[in-house]
């Protein structure tokens, strides 16, 4: 009897210091949530009060001012140098999970118009609170969880045409015209921004949404008698022709272009930094930046510090476009042929951040264009992921990036990550003349391996990956699944994700 009391009271006093725990646990848990949403506060504030400040001295400017262009160190921050030169024999075998420690599978919910194809992979972004979905149909919102909110605008065009099984884009110019936004897009805390354009009227806008307010329903009726409504959410925030439209006329009105959706994703010609500036980012000729105030005055320019001399090769090489990224709202680059990514800073500061040390390796613009000249040894970068704890990059060797020279296996392609917290660069174990870009194997789950863009790393440096529902269960199908050894618990997620999808489904994998 004294025994069962004494148990009864020891339960009892379990139970109640379990359940403290369990209330202390939750307070401590919404106290850091608070803190979280204190922190997005405090930035967003500061971040609002130097945007103040930036227009209140933009202000007082006479007109047709032009600040100094200046390439200035941070000498708090100076520029990290990547050597290159005399790492390239510091290898490694690397797989997912020496980079990071879980996945997470975001199922997208299905648009409501079923009139918006859904055979194209989105590019995500991500704001303090949601997520962004784009691609050549137009912009959609959803939560953080895959939940639809909204259409922000819904694309029309002509002369376009996807090819998912080559997965490539053909722009005919004959017969092209759109009234539709760019598949870029950024935004500070919750607004959204994207470039809206009409071919046909000539507009041309940088479009502002706060995605935190209640958005109205999308009214995508055409009016004839008003063709310049606006087809898409938000205001405007920068004309863009700053009231002088120039509708659409191709150079070449018989000619056609066609891009690989991963190179069309990559690219950001347009971006606002702030409310009081936008930039220009330019891949040819002198210039290689210009950043403007909203009226469309040039308030600073750079000159590309490397310029072609004389050059009169007719067949001439392009393989190198260089890198361009927005990263926590801020505008990063580097140029072709080039060895430093720079930050933009308004109204007229670029910043170098990091700078490749390729020694012998280095080539110049000069030689690199020049399509006799032998590149063997020489180096180039190419592809760049700044994330959270790691920078994932790329680089050309011995040839130029082509279809010829990969059919002769004439060119390689070496893999590299850099440990930020370490300082170290260590080289990938990989066959460079293998062309596969997903070169870290997946342990985590037995899934998709992973390499990276640069255009698809969110706020918190993590790293986001388009899907199908068809790539789903043709991995869970596949030899190299069911024969991975990672484990079964997580192998088994994948396996129940694949059958609860159909094939057109669209799911963000989230690698953390």
Not at 456 to 484: H, P
Request: charged share 25%; with cysteine.
């Amino acid at each position: 009897m004294k025994l069962n009391l004494l148990l009864s009271i020891l339960l009892i006093i379990c139970f109640s210091c379990k359940n403290k725990s369990l209330k202390l646990n939750e307070k401590d848990l919404a106290q850091k949530i608070l803190s979280e949403e204190d922190i997005l506060a405090q930035k967003e504030e500061l971040r609002l009060k130097r945007e103040q400040e930036l227009a209140d001295s933009l202000a007082k400017l006479p007109k047709g001012f032009r600040f100094e262009a200046k390439r200035e160190v941070d000498e708090k921050n100076p520029p990290i140098v990547i050597d290159i030169a005399n790492r390239m024999d510091s290898i490694k075998e690397f797989k997912l999970s020496d980079v990071a420690q879980n996945i997470q599978y975001i199922k997208m919910q299905n648009l409501p118009d079923s009139g918006i194809s859904n055979n194209m992979l989105y590019k995500y972004h991500m704001t303090d609170k949601y997520l962004v979905a784009s691609n050549i149909y137009g912009i959609h919102l959803f939560t953080k969880n895959g939940k639809y909110q909204n259409t922000i605008i819904k694309n029309s065009w002509s002369g376009m045409k996807y090819e998912k099984k080559k997965d490539w884009i053909n722009f005919y110019f004959s017969n092209f015209g759109a009234i539709a936004a760019g598949i870029s897009v950024w935004s500070q805390g919750d607004n959204l921004y994207y470039r809206y354009q009409n071919t046909y009227t000539g507009q041309n806008y940088i479009m502002e949404v706060d995605c935190s307010k209640e958005l109205v329903a999308l009214n995508t009726t055409f009016e004839p008698e008003n063709q310049r409504k606006i087809m898409g959410m938000g205001k405007l925030s920068v004309d863009l022709n700053h009231g002088h439209d120039r509708p659409f006329k191709a150079r070449h009105p018989n000619g056609m272009n066609t891009f690989k959706r991963e190179n069309y994703y990559d690219k950001i010609n347009i971006f606002s930094p702030d409310k009081n500036t936008y930039l220009s980012q330019f891949n040819y000729g002198k210039d290689i930046l210009q950043i403007f105030n909203t009226r469309g005055d040039t308030l600073s320019s750079f000159k590309k510090l490397e310029q072609l001399k004389n050059f009169k090769q007719k067949g001439f090489r392009m393989f190198d476009r260089g890198n361009s990224y927005e990263l926590n709202g801020n505008y990063f680059f580097r140029t072709n042929y080039n060895d430093t990514i720079f930050k933009v800073i308004p109204p007229n500061i670029i910043q170098p951040k990091y700078v490749f040390h390729l020694g012998n390796h280095k080539v110049s613009i000069q030689d690199a264009m020049n399509s006799t000249f032998d590149l063997t040894g020489k180096i180039i970068p190419y592809e760049w992921a700044d994330a959270k704890d790691y920078i994932f990059m790329s680089f050309i060797k011995d040839n130029n990036l082509c279809p010829k020279s990969k059919h002769d296996k004439s060119v390689k392609l070496h893999y590299a990550i850099y440990d930020k917290k370490n300082e170290s660069l260590q080289f990938i174990k990989y066959n460079p003349t293998d062309y596969t870009v997903n070169v870290l194997q997946n342990d985590i789950d037995g899934g998709f391996s992973v390499w990276p863009k640069s255009y698809m790393i969110n706020r918190k440096g993590e790293i986001m990956i388009a899907l199908s529902g068809e790539d789903i269960k043709k991995k869970v199908s596949s030899d190299e699944f069911k024969n991975s050894t990672a484990p079964a618990v997580n192998k088994q997620k994948l396996t129940e994700l694949a059958a609860n999808c159909k094939n057109d489904d669209q799911v963000l994998m989230l690698v953390k």
